[in-house]
C-alpha cells in the first residue's frame, strides 16, 4: 500500500526515549508498506485496539485483524 506522509519527522534517543532536537518543518514523502495477515489471528475480537505493537524485529502487528507490516520503504522523490 502506498501511502502519501505530511508530517514532521523527528528522531528519539534510543537510551531515553527522549525526542531529539532538530528540524520540526513539516516534509512530505511516499512510503511503500507492505503487509501480510497472520492466519492464526482471531478475527472475531474487537478493532477498539487502535495500536501498532512491536511483535518481532522490524515487524508491527496492525490493530486490525491480523495484519502485520512487514516493510516499509520510503520512496525517491520523484
Known amino acids: ?3 502519501s506522509i505530511s508530517a514532521a519527522e523527528e528522531d528519539l534517543d534510543d537510551r531515553t526515549g527522549q ?3 532538530g528540524d520540526g518543518t513539516e516534509h512530505s514523502w511516499e ?3 507492505r ?3 497472520d492466519p492464526n489471528a482471531d478475527t472475531s ?3 477498539e485496539r487502535h495500536q501498532i ?3 518481532a ?3 508491527w502487528m496492525v490493530a486490525h485483524r491480523g495484519w502485520i ?3 516499509i520503504a520510503r520512496l525517491p522523490a520523484s
Open 1 to 3: 500500500m502506498r501511502f
Open 19 to 21: 525526542v531529539l532536537p
Open 31 to 33: 512510503e511503500l508498506w
Open 35 to 37: 503487509f501480510t495477515r
Open 45 to 47: 475480537v474487537s478493532d
Open 53 to 55: 505493537t512491536n511483535i
Open 57 to 59: 524485529t522490524d515487524q
Open 69 to 71: 507490516v512487514t516493510d
